[in-house]
C-alpha cells in the first residue's frame, strides 16, 4: 500500500495545476490579439495553400473600438508580393471577388469578421505555398498611419475556420486558378 505525505502532495498540486491549465495558454498563444488605431484584431487565420497557388487569402474579425470610423488597408506581408482587403458577393447567380480600394472602412462599434465567401485578405503572388502549422506575418495600417504586424496561423486546405480541417461544405477558395477579378 503506498501512503503519501504532506510533502509530496503539496509538490504534485502545482504540477497538476499547470497540466491542466497548459492546454488553454497554449491555445491562447497560437492566436494572439492586435489592435491598431482604434481597431481590435482578433483571431487571425490563414489556409494552407497546395503547390502552386498563385494566391492565399488570411481571415480575422476586426471591432472598432473607437468614436470615429477607422479605414483598416494591409500594407504588406512576408509571404507574398502583395497583400489586399477583398469582398466577394453574390450577384445574379455569380459569385464576384473585388479588392476594397482604399481599404475597409469599420464604423464605431462595428464588428467585421473576414472569412472564406465574404471579406477576406488576399496574399497575391505568393513566394511560396503556405503550409499548414506555420504562421504567415501581415502588416496592417489604418487611416493615421498606425500599422501592426499581424502572425496568421494557418490551418488546413480548405479549412472553413481555424482549428478545423478541410471540408464542412465550404467554398475551397484556394488553388492554382484563383485569381482576383479587376
Known sequence: MHTIDSRTFSRAIPLLVALSIAPFVAGHAAAADYTVGTLQITQPWARATPTGADNGAAYMTVTNTGKAPERLSCVSS??????????????????????VVGGLQIKPGETVTFKPGGY??????????????????????????????????????????????AGGGSMNMQGPTMKPMK
Not at 83 to 92: E, F, G, L, P, V
Not at 140 to 149: E, F, I, P, S, Y
Open 120 to 165: 477576406h485578405m488576399m496574399l497575391v503572388n505568393l513566394k511560396a505555398p503556405l503550409r499548414q502549422g506555420k504562421t504567415v506575418e501581415a502588416t496592417l495600417k489604418v487611416d493615421t498611419g498606425a500599422t501592426t504586424k499581424v502572425e496568421f496561423p494557418i490551418a488546413a486546405i480548405g479549412a472553413p475556420a481555424p482549428g478545423t480541417d
Open 78 to 99: 512576408d509571404a507574398s508580393a502583395k497583400c489586399q482587403i477583398h469582398q466577394m458577393t453574390m450577384a445574379n447567380g455569380v459569385m464576384k471577388m473585388r479588392e
